[in-house]
C-alpha cells in the first residue's frame, strides 16, 4: 500500500510545541517522482551608500568586467560561492524630483523611490505606497499557500540615535507599515513553534494561559527534544533517504538552536514584545544595546554580528520548511547609526564613517572601512543564498533556483550637496539579486545599466517570482537585459 505524508505536516510535542519538516520522499504523490518548486522572494537592504565623500571610488566596488566572468572587487569577495547565481546591476539611478524620483535632501527620501517606486511626499522615512515583498505576498499565486503570508525581520537592534521609521522597510500602504521582528529569539519562535497565546479573548471574556504550557515555556529544552517522541514515530515510515533528510534538517534547527543560545548578556523582554504570543522553548536571550555617548554622538551595538547570523538561519529555515515564501531582511536602518567597531575596528557609526576622515589614517582608510562595511552585508546576504542553495526543493533543484533575492542599500555615489562624490547621492547606485536561475532570469554576470531606475531591476525581480506587474509603484518597466543577456 502506498502511502504519502501531507507537505504541511508538522511534528508536534507537548505544550503545542511544532517544526516544520523539509520536503521529503515520503510528501510525493502516488507514482511521482518530483513536484513543481514554489517560487519565493526575499528584499534585503542595507542603509549605506556605495562609498564615502570625496574620497569613494566606484572603482573600489563594482566590477570592471561586465557580462559574465566579472570581477569581485574585495567588497563583492563574499559573493565569491554563488557568483554564478549573482546578477550585480550598476549605473543605476534614483532621479531627484518627478515620477518615483526623491526629494532634494537625501536621507529617508531615497526609501520610498527605492523599495515602492513611488516618490516621497516629505523627508520622513515613510514609504509613500506598497513595497515589493507586499504586491508579492498578496499576489494570488502566494496569498493563503503557506502558514506566514510574509516575514519581516532586521538585524539591527535600534535606530540608536534619531529615530521614525529608518527600521521600516516592508509596508502595505502609505499609511500602513510592516514593523520587524528584531529579536532573533522571537523570530525563532515565531516560525517554528506552536503557540497559544498567554491570554485570547473566548465568549467575550480573557482566558487564562495553560498552567501545563506555561511550565513548557519556561524550560530550557529544544524544541527537538518536545518533539522527539513524533519525530522517531516518522522516521520509522521513512526509507534512507528521507531519513537522511531528516537528520539534517534536526541537524540544522540544533546549531540554530546553540547560536541563538551562546548570544550573551540576556536582556529581558520589554512588556508587549511578544506582540500577545507566548512560545515554548528556550532559543537564548538577546544581547543588550549598548550605547557610547563619550564623544557627544550616540552610537549603539548589540551584538549585530550574531543577530544576522541567527536571522539568517530562522529566515533560510522558514523557506526551507515552506513555511512563508516571502520575506524582508533588513541588515542596517537608514542613516545607520550603529557602532561599527566590532565590525571593522573602527569606533565610529556607520554613518558618520562615510563623511567623515577622523580615523587615524585619513579618507582613504575611512574609504576602506566603508567598503569593509559594505562587505560585511554581502557576508550575510551571501550566506543566506548559501543556505538556500545547499537545500534542494521538491523538484529536486536547490531552492535558490526558485527563490528570487534582491539586495538594495540606501544610496549610490556620485556629485551631491558641492561635494564629489558623495554618499547622499542615488547616481551610479547598484542593485544585486540572487538566485532565480529556474525563473528566467539569467543569472552569472554583471549588467551596466544606462541609468535605469532601481525600480525596474526590483519588477523583473518581481516578474522572475511570477508576479507579472508591468512595473513598481510610478516607475513602469523592467530590466529586460536581466532575462536576455
Not at 538552536?257 to 504570543?277: F, H, N, Q, V, Y
Not at 554618499?423 to 532570469?441: P, Q, W, Y
Not at 525581480?461 to 513598481?472: K, R
Given at each position: 500500500?502506498?502511502?504519502?505524508?501531507?507537505?504541511?505536516?508538522?511534528?508536534?510535542?507537548?505544550?503545542?510545541?511544532?517544526?516544520?519538516?523539509?520536503?521529503?520522499?515520503?510528501?510525493?504523490?502516488?507514482?511521482?517522482?518530483?513536484?513543481?518548486?514554489?517560487?519565493?522572494?526575499?528584499v534585503?537592504?542595507?542603509?549605506?551608500?556605495?562609498?564615502?565623500?570625496?574620497a569613494?571610488?566606484?572603482?573600489?566596488?563594482?566590477?570592471?568586467?561586465?557580462?559574465?566572468?566579472?570581477?569581485l572587487?574585495?567588497?563583492?569577495?563574499?559573493?565569491?560561492?554563488?557568483?554564478?547565481?549573482?546578477?550585480?546591476?550598476?549605473?543605476?539611478?534614483?532621479?531627484?524630483?518627478?515620477?518615483?524620483?526623491?526629494?532634494?535632501?537625501?536621507?529617508?527620501?531615497?526609501?520610498?523611490?527605492?523599495?515602492?517606486?513611488?516618490?516621497?511626499?516629505?523627508?520622513?522615512?515613510n514609504?509613500?505606497?506598497?513595497?515589493?515583498?507586499?504586491?508579492?505576498?498578496?499576489?494570488?499565486?502566494?496569498?493563503?499557500k503557506?502558514?506566514?503570508?510574509?516575514?519581516?525581520?532586521?538585524?539591527q537592534?535600534?535606530?540608536?540615535?534619531?529615530?521614525?521609521?529608518?527600521?521600516?522597510?516592508?509596508?502595505?500602504?502609505?499609511?500602513?507599515?510592516?514593523?520587524?521582528?528584531?529579536?532573533?529569539?522571537?523570530?525563532?519562535?515565531?516560525?517554528?513553534?506552536?503557540f497559544?497565546?498567554?491570554?485570547?479573548?473566548?465568549?467575550?471574556?480573557?482566558?487564562?494561559?495553560?498552567?501545563?504550557?506555561d511550565?513548557?515555556?519556561?524550560?530550557?529544552?529544544?524544541?527537538?527534544?518536545?518533539?522527539?517522541?513524533?519525530?522517531?514515530?516518522?522516521?520509522?515510515?521513512?526509507?534512507?533517504?528521507?531519513?537522511?533528510?531528516?537528520?539534517?534538517?534536526?541537524?540544522?534547527?540544533r546549531?540554530?538552536?546553540?547560536?541563538?543560545?551562546?548570544?550573551?548578556?540576556?536582556?529581558?523582554?520589554?512588556?508587549?514584545?511578544?506582540?500577545?504570543?507566548?512560545?515554548?522553548?528556550?532559543?537564548?536571550?538577546?544581547?543588550?544595546?549598548?550605547?557610547?555617548?563619550?564623544?557627544?554622538?550616540?552610537?549603539g551595538?548589540?551584538?549585530?554580528?550574531?543577530?544576522?547570523?541567527?536571522?539568517?538561519?530562522?529566515?533560510?529555515?522558514?523557506?526551507?520548511?515552506?513555511?512563508?515564501?516571502?520575506?524582508?531582511?533588513?541588515?542596517?536602518?537608514?542613516?545607520?547609526?550603529?557602532?561599527?567597531?566590532?565590525?571593522?575596528?573602527?569606533?565610529?557609526?556607520?554613518?558618520?564613517?562615510?563623511?567623515?576622515?577622523?580615523?587615524?589614517?585619513?579618507?582613504?582608510?575611512?574609504?576602506?572601512?566603508?567598503?569593509?562595511?559594505?562587505?560585511?552585508?554581502?557576508?550575510?546576504?551571501?550566506?543566506?543564498?548559501?543556505?538556500?542553495?545547499?537545500?534542494?526543493?521538491?523538484?529536486?533543484?536547490?531552492?535558490?533556483?526558485?527563490?528570487?533575492?534582491?539586495?538594495?542599500?540606501?544610496?549610490?555615489?556620485?556629485?551631491?550637496?558641492?561635494?564629489?562624490?558623495?554618499?547622499?547621492?542615488?547616481?551610479?547606485?547598484?542593485?544585486?539579486?540572487?538566485?532565480?536561475?529556474?525563473?528566467?532570469?539569467?543569472?552569472?554576470?554583471h549588467?551596466?545599466?544606462?541609468?535605469?531606475?532601481?525600480?525596474?531591476?526590483?519588477?523583473?525581480?518581481?516578474?522572475?517570482?511570477?508576479?507579472?506587474?508591468?512595473?513598481?509603484?510610478?516607475?513602469?518597466?523592467?530590466?529586460?537585459?536581466?532575462?536576455?543577456?
Amino acid at each position: 500500500m502506498h502511502r504519502t505524508l501531507d507537505r504541511r505536516t508538522l511534528l508536534r510535542g507537548a505544550g503545542g510545541v511544532a517544526i516544520g519538516l523539509p520536503f521529503l520522499e515520503l510528501m510525493l504523490p502516488r507514482g511521482a517522482s518530483a513536484q513543481p518548486s514554489p517560487r519565493r522572494y526575499i528584499v534585503c537592504f542595507a542603509g549605506m551608500s556605495l562609498g564615502r565623500d570625496n574620497a569613494g571610488k566606484l572603482t573600489d566596488i563594482v566590477p570592471d568586467r561586465v557580462g559574465t566572468g566579472f570581477d569581485l572587487k574585495p567588497p563583492l569577495q563574499p559573493l565569491a560561492p554563488i557568483q554564478d547565481d549573482v546578477i550585480v546591476v550598476s549605473n543605476l539611478k534614483i532621479p531627484v524630483g518627478g515620477p518615483g524620483g526623491r526629494l532634494g535632501g537625501f536621507h529617508k527620501s531615497s526609501i520610498s523611490p527605492l523599495l515602492t517606486g513611488v516618490a516621497p511626499t516629505s523627508i520622513a522615512p515613510n514609504c509613500n505606497g506598497p513595497t515589493s515583498d507586499q504586491i508579492v505576498a498578496n499576489h494570488a499565486s502566494f496569498a493563503s499557500k503557506t502558514k506566514i503570508p510574509f516575514l519581516s525581520l532586521r538585524v539591527q537592534a535600534d535606530s540608536y540615535r534619531g529615530g521614525g521609521n529608518v527600521g521600516v522597510i516592508s509596508w502595505k500602504s502609505a499609511t500602513q507599515k510592516n514593523d520587524p521582528t528584531v529579536s532573533p529569539g522571537l523570530a525563532f519562535q515565531n516560525v517554528f513553534a506552536g503557540f497559544t497565546p498567554p491570554m485570547s479573548m473566548t465568549g467575550g471574556g480573557p482566558v487564562a494561559p495553560d498552567p501545563a504550557l506555561d511550565r513548557q515555556r519556561r524550560e530550557e529544552a529544544s524544541v527537538l527534544d518536545v518533539v522527539s517522541a513524533s519525530a522517531t514515530r516518522l522516521k520509522a515510515r521513512l526509507g534512507r533517504p528521507d531519513q537522511v533528510r531528516l537528520e539534517r534538517h534536526f541537524d540544522e534547527i540544533r546549531a540554530l538552536e546553540l547560536r541563538l543560545g551562546t548570544i550573551p548578556d540576556p536582556k529581558p523582554m520589554p512588556p508587549g514584545a511578544a506582540s500577545g504570543c507566548a512560545l515554548p522553548g528556550k532559543p537564548g536571550a538577546d544581547p543588550p544595546v549598548m550605547m557610547d555617548t563619550a564623544e557627544e554622538a550616540e552610537v549603539g551595538y548589540a551584538g549585530e554580528e550574531q543577530r544576522a547570523q541567527a536571522l539568517t538561519g530562522v529566515l533560510a529555515k522558514a523557506m526551507a520548511c515552506d513555511l512563508t515564501r516571502v520575506a524582508t531582511l533588513q541588515y542596517t536602518c537608514a542613516q545607520c547609526f550603529m557602532n561599527v567597531e566590532a565590525l571593522v575596528g573602527v569606533k565610529m557609526d556607520l554613518h558618520e564613517l562615510a563623511h567623515l576622515s577622523t580615523i587615524v589614517g585619513g579618507k582613504d582608510v575611512a574609504q576602506q572601512k566603508v567598503m569593509e562595511m559594505y562587505g560585511w552585508h554581502m557576508k550575510h546576504f551571501s550566506a543566506l543564498a548559501q543556505q538556500l542553495k545547499s537545500t534542494l526543493g521538491s523538484d529536486g533543484r536547490p531552492l535558490l533556483d526558485n527563490t528570487v533575492m534582491v539586495f538594495v542599500n540606501e544610496g549610490g555615489l556620485g556629485p551631491a550637496e558641492g561635494k564629489n562624490p558623495a554618499a547622499h547621492s542615488t547616481d551610479s547606485m547598484m542593485v544585486i539579486t540572487a538566485g532565480g536561475r529556474a525563473t528566467g532570469l539569467k543569472t552569472g554576470r554583471h549588467i551596466r545599466a544606462a541609468e535605469d531606475h532601481t525600480a525596474k531591476v526590483v519588477t523583473a525581480a518581481m516578474n522572475a517570482a511570477g508576479v507579472m506587474v508591468p512595473g513598481l509603484g510610478e516607475v513602469q518597466g523592467r530590466l529586460e537585459s536581466m532575462f536576455t543577456g
